[in-house]
């Protein structure tokens, strides 16, 4: 099997000179990552994902993030996690191989050079998987 082409580096939203997230994504899911203020349990963050919005926050504040996504996902295979002071937002695609410029509506819009850039990464790595896919067709019917 073809190793995937992983991102090269994730992709970063600032808003009034501060990070709000980190995102990257491959052929099948983005991948948003938070950073998570010390000292707060992790049991206290919540994180719910509907088909197109997605809301981030503490218990009994305000959401921290509280948007609609570029594009629908499954919320059926989409979950969060948290690790090391991180949540890790994973967004299954409703169309996998559809390039994302950006997790959120209208929000960390990749610029254009960057979502060409986005866009042949995941060309290259729909090629892959379908050549790799081919190869153990046609070598299993030898």
């Known amino acids: 099997m073809a190793e995937k082409l992983a991102p090269e580096k994730r992709h970063t939203f600032v808003h009034n000179g501060q990070k709000v997230f980190e995102w990257d994504q491959t052929l099948e899911e983005v991948n948003m990552y938070i950073e ?55 967004l299954q695609k409703r169309e996998n191989g559809k390039t994302w410029s950006s997790p959120i509506q209208g ?18 790595q729909r090629f892959q998987e379908e050549f790799s896919n081919s190869g153990h067709l046609y070598m299993n019917t030898i």
């Not at 994902?49 to 594009?71: C, F, K, M």
């Not at 929000?107 to 290259?124: H, S, T, V």
């Open 36 to 90: 998570l203020p010390k000292g707060v349990p992790t049991k206290l963050f919540h994180c719910t994902i509907q088909a197109s919005h997605v809301e981030v926050g503490i218990r009994g504040n305000p959401p921290y993030l509280n948007h609609d996504l570029t594009h629908p996902v499954k919320t059926d295979s989409s979950f969060w996690t948290i690790e090391d002071g991180e949540m890790h937002i994973t």
């Open 107 to 124: 929000q960390g819009i990749l610029d254009p050079y960057a979502a060409d850039q986005e866009q042949k990464r995941l060309m290259l």
